[in-house]
């Protein structure tokens, strides 16, 4: 599984750093940045629910 931000569509509320820490982490002005977009094993489960959660529907699965 691999995670893509949409960053048009992302508003900066930074739920996906909060929910995933270990994947993403939040730029100077509050957006998600992403080092590797590859989701290991172990982190599907939170990867899956950062998304469902997101507000702006800005993170999605590919």
Known sequence: MRLEID???????GLCAELLPELIELDE???PI?????VPDELRS???EAVALCP??????R
Do not use: E, F, S, V
């Open 7 to 13: 960053r048009i569509a992302c508003d900066g509320a």
């Open 56 to 61: 702006r529907l800005a993170l999605y699965r």
């Open 34 to 38: 992403m080092n590797d977009p590859q």
């Open 46 to 48: 939170p990867a899956r």
């Open 29 to 31: 002005w509050g957006y």
